[in-house]
C-alpha cells in the first residue's frame, strides 16, 4: 500500500539529517526543535486525511504509471476532474490547518516537469522523461513529500545569470561528469524543505543560448551531502520558545521557509531531467507557476474561510454579532474569498490535455486567480481587523493573563460577551492577530502576493493571452466596420 500513515511519514522524516543553522547555530534533532514541531503538522494532516475514506477521491487518486492509489499531491494530472480535485483539496486542507500546508510546490513541480521532458524528448532525443518517470514511481510507492524549488537569489535584478559577476547567482550546473552532475547555487523561499523527503529543482526563468549550465532541472535527497540550510525569520517565531501556548497565534500549525544552499552537489544521470535544453526553461517556468497560480485559488480561499470563521467568532464573543455593518463586512469577506475559488475551479474545468498526455489549466484563467490573490486576502484581512478591533495590536501576554498580580484584573477587563470565557477570547484575539501580522499572514499575504510570482508577472501573461486582436474583429463584425 503506497499510502504512508501519519505515524509513518513523522518516523520516515525524522531520518532526513539537514546540515541546519538557525540563529548562526547549528541545529541538530531539527523536529524537535520549538519554532520547527508545529511547521510539520501541516504536512502530516495531509497524510492523515489521505486515510480518511470521506476524503478519499479529493486527497487521493489512481496513479497512470503504478496502477496503485496514490497520494494527490504526487499524482499526474490525467483529466480535468484531477485538476478541480486538486483546488478542492487544497481549500481542505486549509480549513484544517489555517495555514500553508507546503505540499503543493512539489506536486505543481511534477506536473511541469512530467510534460515539460516529454516535449524536450521529443526535439532532442534524449531519454529524460523515462528517467522522471523512474524516479515519480518510488516518489508515489513510498508516497514522498516533494518539494519544489524555484526562486534563485537572482543577484543584481536588471543583469541576466551569465552577466552576474557572481555566476553563482542562478543555481547551475558546475561540471559534467559521464555518471552525473555537480550544481552550484541557492534556492530560496524554500517552503517545507525540511518537512519533505525529496527536492525538485528547476530554473527560475527563460534562459538564453549562452545560459546552458544555468537550464537545468534535479531531484536529489532534501538531506543530500553539500546541501547547507539556513532558516527563515518568522514574525513572532521566538514566541514558540517561551512557555506558553496562545501567544504563538496558531500553536499547532505552521508554515516553514528555508533558504538553502547548494554547494557543489553531485547528482546522478538518472536524477537529471534537463541538463542545458535552455530552450525549455520557460516553458517550464510558465507550466510550474500555471499550476501554482491555479492552487491558490484553493489554499488561500481555504485560509480565508478559517479567518472569516475566526472574525465572525470573534464578532460573537464581542457581542456584535447581529449588527448590520458587521454582517454586511462579513458578506463581502465571503464574496472576495469565493470569487478566489471560482477562479481555482474555473481555471481546472477548463484545463487541456498535454501532448505527454496529463492536463494542465487554462493559463489566462489561471493567471487571472492569482493576480486577484495577490489582492482579495489584503481586503478580507483588512475586514477582519476592522470587526477584531484595536486589541489585535494591543493584548498583553499569556503570561500576563495567568499571573497572580495582574491576571485577574485583566480578566475582569477583558471580559466582553458574559458568556464566553475570557481564555477562549484571548486564544481568538491572538489567532487573529497571527493571521494579521503573524506566521499565517506571511502566507494569507506576502506569499499570496509573491509566491508563484509577484502581481506583474501575472499581468505579462494576461497581455499575452488576452487575444486583444480577436475582441477587436468582435466588434468590427457587428458594426460591420471594413
Ligand atoms: Fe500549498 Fe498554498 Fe502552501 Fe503554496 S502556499 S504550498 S499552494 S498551501
Ligand atoms: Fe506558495
Redesign the pocket.
Known amino acids: 500500500m503506497p499510502l504512508k500513515t501519519p505515524e509513518e511519514y513523522l518516523e520516515s522524516i525524522k531520518k532526513q539529517k539537514y546540515n541546519l543553522y538557525m540563529f548562526g547555530e547549528k541545529i541538530d534533532n531539527w523536529y524537535e526543535h520549538p519554532i520547527i514541531k508545529p511547521t510539520i503538522n501541516p504536512v502530516k494532516i495531509t497524510y492523515e486525511l489521505a486515510q480518511d475514506p470521506r476524503y478519499q477521491d479529493v486527497m487521493t487518486s489512481i496513479s497512470q504509471l503504478t496502477r496503485e492509489r496514490v497520494s494527490r499531491f504526487t499524482h499526474v494530472h490525467q483529466n480535468t476532474g484531477d485538476l478541480v480535485n486538486k483546488v478542492k483539496m487544497?481549500r481542505l486542507?486549509?480549513q484544517h490547518t489555517g495555514c500553508?500546508?507546503?505540499?503543493?510546490?512539489g506536486m505543481d513541480g511534477i506536473n511541469a516537469v512530467y510534460s515539460t521532458t516529454y516535449d524536450i524528448d521529443q526535439k532532442y532525443g534524449t531519454d529524460y522523461h523515462q528517467r522522471f518517470i523512474n524516479w515519480l514511481k518510488k516518489v508515489q510507492t513510498e508516497d514522498l513529500t516533494v518539494d519544489g524549488a524555484m526562486t534563485d537569489p537572482k543577484g543584481d535584478r536588471g543583469k541576466r545569470p551569465s552577466e552576474q559577476s557572481d555566476p553563482d547567482m542562478f543555481l547551475r550546473i558546475v561540471e559534467e561528469r559521464e555518471d552525473g552532475i555537480i550544481v552550484r547555487g541557492a534556492k530560496i523561499h524554500q517552503?517545507?524543505y525540511l518537512n519533505s523527503h525529496e527536492v525538485l529543482v528547476m530554473p527560475t526563468l527563460n534562459m538564453k543560448d549562452d545560459e546552458k549550465q544555468y537550464s537545468v532541472s534535479f531531484a536529489v535527497n532534501t538531506a543530500t551531502t553539500g546541501i547547507t540550510c539556513i532558516y527563515g525569520r518568522q514574525p513572532c517565531d521566538t514566541r514558540k520558545m517561551e512557555d506558553c501556548l496562545c501567544d504563538t497565534g496558531n500553536p499547532n500549525y505552521c508554515?516553514q521557509e528555508v533558504f538553502v544552499i547548494f554547494g557543489d552537489v553531485f547528482v546522478p544521470k538518472e536524477r537529471v531531467f534537463m541538463q542545458g535544453e535552455y530552450d525549455f526553461s520557460g516553458q517550464l517556468v510558465t507550466r510550474f507557476a500555471g499550476y501554482?497560480r491555479q492552487?491558490?485559488g484553493?489554499?488561500?480561499a481555504g485560509v480565508g474561510d478559517v479567518l472569516i470563521g475566526a472574525t465572525a467568532l470573534i464578532a460573537e464573543y464581542n457581542g456584535v454579532e447581529r449588527a448590520s455593518a458587521v454582517r454586511d463586512k462579513l458578506v463581502e469577506m465571503v464574496h472576495l474569498n469565493e470569487t478566489l475559488y471560482c477562479c481555482g475551479i474555473a481555471c481546472s474545468s477548463e484545463g487541456h490535455k498535454t501532448p505527454a498526455g496529463n492536463y494542465e489549466i487554462d493559463f489566462l484563467l489561471a493567471n487571472v486567480c492569482k493576480q486577484n490573490v495577490t489582492r482579495f486576502p489584503y481586503e478580507i484581512s483588512r475586514l477582519s481587523e476592522d470587526i477584531g478591533g484595536g486589541i489585535l495590536a494591543t493584548l498583553p501576554s499569556e503570561k500576563d493573563l495567568n499571573s497572580e498580580e495582574v491576571g485577574p484584573l485583566l480578566k475582569k477587563y477583558l471580559k466582553a460577551n458574559p458568556s464566553v470565557s475570557v481564555e477562549n477570547r484571548f486564544k481568538l484575539i491572538r489567532f487573529l492577530e497571527n493571521a494579521s501580522m503573524g506566521t499565517t499572514a506571511l502566507?494569507y499575504k506576502i506569499?499570496s502576493l509573491h509566491?508563484?510570482g509577484s502581481p506583474q508577472a501575472q499581468r505579462i501573461m494576461i497581455e499575452r493571452q488576452a487575444e486583444l486582436q480577436k475582441k477587436k474583429e468582435l466588434v468590427k463584425k457587428i458594426l460591420e466596420l471594413s
Do not use: I, M, N, P
Not at 500553508?100 to 510546490?105: K, L
Open positions: 487544497q486542507l486549509a500553508c500546508f507546503q505540499r503543493c510546490v517552503t517545507g508554515g501554482h492552487s491558490y484553493g489554499c488561500k502566507s506569499e509566491g508563484a
